[in-house]
């Protein structure tokens, strides 16, 4: 009888387990600022979860963390309206966009106000993608979806990544279990080892 391989796990939780006990290496800002930028093009890419994991683990970081990825998923930004602009020089033609539908307004408000409109909705921790494509429909040039999205990226995420830092009680614990993290202080030692303690009780006394 053949040996039943085991399922294969999904790219996000590889990257995910590969990322997270390294969170306290010098380089993992450089961690999040790829995995970001490939998020663009990458949807499995769990640029945002990653993120939050990092400043579960690290919450004094939280700033750092939320800036090199956020700026790695406004350079994504970035090259996706290259790309869209190299498309359409190379084949011609365009997309188009239902009036009045959601993604129709939000081309609208952005055909309206520009790269003042792109900003904001950049400063937002939303689909990016979608934001990038409908402002290039509406006549943005990749110099001005750059711009904004190099700025206003890092802000969306330096917000996510503050309000992980401050939930709840300053701190969050990743929700899947990992390897120990690399260069761990004698505090998260301490801190796993009282979450640990009750538990071990709870079960000991048959709770």
């Known amino acids: 009888m053949d040996a039943v391989r085991p399922a294969r796990r999904p790219l996000s939780r590889r990257v995910l387990d590969w990322a997270t006990p390294r969170v306290r290496q010098p380089w993992h800002p450089a961690r999040l600022l790829g995995v970001a930028a490939a998020d663009t093009f990458v949807p499995a890419m769990p640029s945002k979860t990653l993120l939050v994991a990092s400043t579960a683990v690290a919450p004094e970081k939280w700033l750092r963390f939320g800036l090199w990825a956020g700026f ?111 260069g761990a202080t004698e505090q998260d030692r301490a801190d796993q080892a009282a979450t640990a303690g009750p538990r071990l009780g709870g079960e000991a006394l048959g709770v």
């Open 72 to 182: 790695g998923n406004g350079l994504g930004g970035t090259l996706l309206a290259a790309a869209l602009s190299l498309g359409v020089a190379a084949f011609g033609g365009s997309l188009e966009v239902a009036p009045g539908s959601f993604f129709g307004s939000v081309q609208l408000f952005v055909k309206s106000y520009g790269v003042l409109a792109l900003f904001l909705l950049a400063s937002v921790p939303w689909a990016h993608r979608t934001l990038v494509i409908l402002s290039f429909l509406a006549g943005l040039s990749v110099v001005e979806i750059g711009v904004a999205m190099l700025v206003g990226r890092p802000i969306a995420f330096a917000f996510l990544s503050y309000a992980a830092s401050r939930l709840p009680a300053g701190r969050l614990r990743c929700p899947w279990p990992h390897p120990p993290v690399d």
